[in-house]
């Protein structure tokens, strides 16, 4: 099974509310478990983002969809300066974000860097894998959107970059 494809599944499972899912091809298996206590720690690490908009979520919400609020609040912010030529790079799967590859070497970019398609821009840790995430575009790093050793959502917003 390619990776692509345990992406895809692991976002069909984030979409549903399947708890478990496994799957068996040849000599390879692969099972994968929805946590729940996962969507709780999201919410307190997002409280600041929601504090600013009380009135607009109702109290009869359920959590999956007060999970996904939060994650409009930052994509609409970061396309709120003057230049909206600007490109949104986005996390493509949920993890640990990190800058740099180990807590004692540089960061891989930082604001003002020009970066081309194919540069490694960060790792996002996805059950105990690190995973080097690459550039689909060329151009300048104009803003770093997530905080070093934080938690990271499919889909956030991770830096914004000014195309070359």
Not at 76 to 89: W, Y
Not at 98 to 116: L, Q, T, W
């Amino acid at each position: 099974m390619e990776f692509k494809q345990i992406q895809e599944l692991i976002k069909a499972i984030n979409k549903s509310n399947i708890s478990e899912l496994s799957v068996e091809e040849g000599d390879f298996k692969i099972t994968i478990k929805q946590a729940q206590v996962a969507e709780s720690q999201f919410i307190a690490v997002q409280a600041p983002a929601m504090q600013a908009m009380p009135q607009m979520m109702p109290h009869t919400m359920p959590a999956q969809q007060a999970v996904a609020a939060p994650q409009a609040t930052p994509a609409q912010t970061p396309s709120a300066p003057a230049n909206d030529k600007l490109i949104t790079i986005k996390s493509p799967m949920i993890g640990t974000f990190y800058r740099s590859p180990s807590p004692d070497k540089p960061v891989f970019v930082n604001v003002g860097d020009e970066i081309k398609q194919g540069d490694v821009l960060c790792i996002v840790e996805a059950m105990k894998l690190f995973n080097e995430i690459e550039s689909e575009v060329s151009g300048k790093i104009v803003k770093v959107l997530v905080d070093d050793a934080s938690p990271i959502e499919y889909d956030q917003p991770m830096f914004l970059v000014e195309p070359a």
